[in-house]
């Protein structure tokens, strides 16, 4: 079996496509119990014009079309960042197994920054969540996204 570096890696993989977009640069990929991908996707709200168009949304989309079921039992989605409240209340709603994430989401997390959503007893599924893979990797990304936006435009004015 695979280690979680390498399917965060994978997920990172989908967030420079989506700094290549000109999206923020989260990805996501969906990985079933036998070490397959089943499911990726990165941020993609502004292009698509869609609000819920975010790396964990359309990597769960991405996988239930796959599998021909919205219920991803034995999955494990890997996030480059931590997940926000729509994100995750879609995760427990595909039933997911797990989650592991890469930087922490100080302003919107819903794992440790914000709230712990996934501790809470009112739900009927449980997901195992892990934070802090390679999150140095998913912070430099987002770091330079950043900055690329808050540098001059490059128009010849002084």
């Not at 070490?35 to 769960?60: C, F, K, M, Q, T």
């Not at 998913?138 to 001059?152: D, G, Q, T, V």
Request: proline share 4%; charged share 25%.
């Amino acid at each position: 079996m695979r280690s979680d570096e390498f399917y965060m890696h994978r997920a990172l993989d989908q967030a420079r496509e989506g700094l290549a977009a000109g999206e923020v640069p989260v990805g996501a990929v969906v990985v079933d119990a036998d070490g397959e991908i089943v499911g990726a996707g990165y941020n993609a709200p502004v292009s698509g014009h869609d609000p819920s168009a975010h790396a964990e949304i359309r990597a769960l989309r991405d996988a239930g079309e796959r599998l021909g079921n919205y219920r991803l039992h034995d999955c494990t989605l890997y996030v480059t960042l931590e997940p926000c409240l729509m994100c995750t209340g879609a995760i427990i709603h595909a039933r997911l197994a797990r989650v592991v994430y890469g930087a922490a989401e100080p302003r919107t997390g819903m794992v440790e920054s914000k709230a712990n959503l996934f501790a809470q007893p009112w739900y009927n599924h449980r997901v195992e969540v892990e934070g802090g893979v390679l999150a140095s990797h998913a912070s430099r990304l987002l770091k330079a996204f950043f900055e690329m936006r808050r540098s001059p435009a490059e128009d010849g004015a002084g």
